[in-house]
């Protein structure tokens, strides 16, 4: 809310209220029609945060720019857990940054999405039968949130 001003050091409250960009995706806020210029933060816990700029061009840079330091930085996620259950689990994010080079990490996230396309399209291939209800549904619903999103 204050305006940022370098030689004051950052004390342990804005720490506590800052907003990681690891594994986050800025983007329009099309759903929201309030303001003008608004752009939406998802974060890795899938938090989301409005932020209005003073432009449509400015917008975008930020847009740009968030999601060029999500992409650089974040490390490749966890494999998810594993457990008996037939129940979908997001993979873990971890937040530390990552140890590849930009070509690598470049690479990765080519390999990711190749990978995830393949998922989604085999995961919508299979709905739930639609006789069914509750469990099944919310977590084929889940699952196909998270690979749409990613």
Wanted: aromatic share 8%.
């Amino acid at each position: 809310q204050d305006e940022y001003k370098p030689e004051k050091a950052l004390s342990g409250e804005d720490l506590k209220n800052a907003v990681s960009v690891h594994h986050a995706l800025a983007s329009k806020a099309t759903d929201y029609e309030k303001k003008p210029n608004v752009l939406k933060l998802k974060t890795a816990d899938w938090r989301v945060l409005l932020f209005q700029a003073q432009s449509q061009e400015e917008m975008q840079t930020w847009i740009n720019k968030i999601n060029c330091v999500a992409a650089v930085f974040s490390a490749p996620p966890f494999p998810a857990a594993i457990g008996s259950q037939k129940k979908f689990s997001r993979p873990l994010l971890p937040a530390t940054t990552t140890k590849l080079s930009q070509d690598e990490q470049l690479k990765s996230h080519e390999a990711k999405l190749k990978q995830i396309s393949t998922e989604l399209a085999e995961h919508r291939s299979y709905p739930p039968d639609k006789k069914l209800k509750g469990k099944e549904v919310d977590d084929y619903k889940l699952k196909d949130h998270y690979l749409e999103f990613e």
